[in-house]
């Protein structure tokens, strides 16, 4: 791995026994794996105009990915194993990209931290205060 590319956390396989689903929620950047079966991916129901509708299913065999290159929400699957053999899928994550916030806060700490070095380094009150007469 590139010291450039972020790193990834990956969870620990999620069972998917015969007939049964589970509701999984895809951070932007992550990446869904089956790593034994096949599943099926139904996705939630999107705003599209005024009205809601809901892609198809994706099938995904073991190993195939399912990229989630959103940018900026994640979304929300369904998982369905429709076939006789169990499945199990796992979530690749992305780190976290650093937000604006933490960098105004590092900045506005900074800047707190300079006033006050300055404020301790002006003469006190009474020696201005003599000064001026």
Do not use: D
Request: glycine content about 6%; proline content about 14%.
């Amino acid at each position: 791995m590139s010291p450039h590319s972020p790193s990834t956390t990956f969870s620990p396989p999620l069972p998917l026994p015969s007939g049964e689903s589970l509701w999984l929620c895809l951070p932007p950047g992550s990446t869904l794996r089956p790593t034994r079966g096949t599943i099926s991916v139904r996705w939630a129901p999107q705003p599209c105009g005024h009205t809601l509708h809901t892609p198809p299913m994706t099938l995904l065999a073991a190993g195939e990915p399912l990229a989630w290159s959103g940018t900026a929400q994640a979304i929300w699957v369904q998982l369905y194993n429709a076939t006789h053999e169990p499945a199990a899928v796992q979530l690749e994550e992305a780190a976290p990209t650093p937000t604006l916030w933490p960098k105004i806060w590092r900045e506005l700490r900074a800047a707190l931290r300079r006033s006050g070095n300055a404020a301790r380094e002006l003469p006190s009150r009474r020696s201005a205060w003599h000064g001026a007469r």
